[in-house]
């Protein structure tokens, strides 16, 4: 199975500062199509987890420009280029390229 | 819009069977693969089963292979996941989660969650 690691587990940003959340997998997402399959997801406070990113850097419907998701091979990141109050919650990481699908433990991010 | 409502959770002695229900609505769907995650109590996410958009394949994490059962019914836009010889670490709150694509393995929108709760 690909292990995937996230750093840091926790992080506290005042609003409109940024923040960055990495990931790193055990083995490359970079698949033989062109594509990198590494996702990134968002779970508010008693909700269940939402789709931010996919395929490397590819938004989802309705998701804020200030969120972007860049790397290659085996190390990734999330920029939140302004932090606004509503980010608040945990973010998670998730590798697509085989089964089966894993995730990242998660980064928990609060507002200063 | 896209809805996702799962049932049948609840608290089931180890050992004992489940099955759990997701009615879907406001998309076609007999066009999407379909998956269940689950969320232990505090813990992160766990992938537990896919299902492509026929019901021809069905896959499975390693910790409810031979245990757990995915399917599907088209004509009532229902997701089901049978559970049998529960475990008091099967205990989380599963989410059904619709695929982006035909079987692209990423969830674009997801139920509420239902708790099951294994213990004696």
């Known amino acids: ?112 | 819009q896209v809805q996702l409502v799962e049932s049948g959770g609840g608290v089931v002695q180890p050992g004992r069977s489940l099955i759990l229900s997701c009615a879907a609505s406001g998309f076609t769907f007999s066009t999407y693969g379909m998956h269940w995650v689950r969320q232990a109590p505090g813990k992160g996410l766990e992938w537990v089963a896919g299902i492509t958009f026929d019901g021809r394949n069905k896959y499975y994490a390693d910790s409810v292979k031979g245990r757990f059962t995915i399917s599907r019914d088209n004509s009532k836009n229902t997701l089901f996941l049978q559970m049998n010889s529960l475990r008091a670490e099967d205990t989380a709150i599963y989410f059904c989660a619709k695929d982006l694509d035909v079987f692209s393995l990423n969830f674009d929108y997801w139920g509420q969650g239902t708790l099951v709760t294994v213990s004696s």
């Open chain 1, 1 to 112: 199975d690909i292990v995937m690691t996230q750093t840091p587990l926790s992080l506290s940003v005042t609003p409109g500062q940024p923040a960055s959340i990495s990931c790193k997998s055990s083995q490359s997402l970079l698949h033989s199509d062109g594509e990198t399959y590494l996702n990134w997801y968002l779970q508010k406070p008693g909700q269940p987890p939402q789709l931010l990113i996919y395929e490397l850097s590819n938004r989802f419907s309705g998701v804020p420009d200030r969120f972007s998701g860049s790397g290659s091979g085996t190390d990734f990141t999330l920029k939140i280029s302004r932090v606004e109050a509503e980010d608040v919650g945990v973010y998670y990481c998730m590798q697509s390229i085989q089964l089966p699908l894993t995730f990242g433990q998660g980064t928990k991010l609060e507002i200063k």
